[in-house]
């Protein structure tokens, strides 16, 4: 087993390749949210020491790894499944011992919230709710914004317009995010602690939109 100072040294140098392989990527799943989720699963953890921290650390680092090639390939590949293969070699590479590589693999691969995989270890439901939390409170409602942006959506609509459309379209506005995906999010979460936190980041979120509702009259 590694010791902790090969462990930060293998991290760094792994960080390094997470770093340049995400410079491309969007706002939305750049290496500001790896290292977003990286803390919010250190956080989690933090509650639950039951968790093996190198497994929670390692696999909410290289949780978006196959983001790129997902996003080349316009959605019709998941980046979990393909990630979960891409980080055994270079794990493995890194000096890590097999165990670690399965584990952190198996993390990888059931951290996608429409993926519906459940993820089965401690760790990997660290690294599942730390992703979700991402997409929740101000961070959730900046990253809502920034893809509709993307997609040329419009900035607000309404609760009908949102929900009788289509992704990618006009009306795929942050509201309707919000309203499809990011306000479900709370009862998903799979740890105590991420359930509390998802719970008050959602609260803001809907302030947030009622407040939205009434400066716009929609």
């Known amino acids: 087993m590694m010791t902790a100072m090969e462990f930060d040294e293998a991290f760094r140098r792994l960080a390094g390749t997470v770093r340049e392989k995400l410079e491309r990527a969007s706002g939305c799943h750049d290496f500001d949210h790896t290292l977003r989720v990286l803390r919010n699963a250190e956080l989690l953890a933090e509650e639950l020491p039951a968790a093996d921290l190198r497994i929670v650390r390692l ?81 959730g409602i900046g990253r809502a914004f920034l893809f509709a942006g993307r997609e040329h959506a419009r900035l607000h609509n309404t609760r009908e317009e949102a929900l009788g459309s289509a992704e990618y379209s006009r009306e795929d506005t942050a509201y309707r995010e919000y309203l499809v995906k990011l306000s479900k999010l709370p009862g998903c979460m799979l740890t105590a602690p991420g359930r509390r936190i998802a719970g008050e980041r959602a609260g803001f979120m809907h302030e947030f939109f009622d407040r939205l509702n009434s400066e716009t009259g929609l």
């Open 59 to 139: 696999a909410a680092l290289l949780h978006d790894f196959a983001r790129p090639e997902e996003m080349a390939a316009k959605g019709k590949l998941c980046h979990a499944v393909l990630g979960a293969e891409l980080v055994r070699p270079l794990l493995a590479e890194a000096g890590f011992e097999p165990e670690t590589v399965d584990r952190v693999s198996q993390a990888v691969l059931t951290h996608r919230y429409r993926a519906n995989r459940i993820p089965a270890t401690l760790e990997a439901q660290i690294v599942y709710d730390a992703d979700k939390l991402d997409s929740l409170g101000a961070v």
